[in-house]
């Protein structure tokens, strides 16, 4: 009988220990989660780029129904709007950086999950959905 710390041949690993034979699928598994970052951080600028012009457009149509008639506007689009093309800037960098230490732990053989990084995210989601929410709320109180 083995004793309980040692590994044998053929057994399962420590946990948090990659199998050498699997290092090529997790590097791989890696940059196709380095990709979905860079997607999501597209996503996230394409919304700020038409939140950003969410106001203008706005504008237009009003000249052109009531040339006449004065807009006020609350002008928080354009500065949501760069906010949120600056945040999927950040994503990216950050993704670029999350994608080098998991490959460094990868070649190390080591792997382990990461809950801040699952904390970090859903913190901006939310605080970037609050203040869409609330500039909604004071744009249409506005108009």
Known sequence: MSEPNKKEPNSLHEKGRLDPDKIESEILA????????????IAVMSLGFVIARFNLW???????????????????SAPLGE????????????AAWRYHVINRAIR????????????TVTAIVVFAALAVIVYMVVSAGSG
């Open 30 to 41: 890696n940059e196709r989660t380095f990709l979905a970052w860079v997607r999501t951080s």
């Open 58 to 76: 706005i504008r237009e149509v009003a000249i052109r129904v009531n040339p006449q008639m004065p807009m006020r506007g609350s002008g928080f």
């Open 83 to 94: 906010c949120m093309i600056g945040a999927g800037a950040v994503i990216t960098l950050f």
């Open 108 to 119: 190390r053989g080591e792997i382990q999950a990461d809950p801040q990084l699952v904390i």
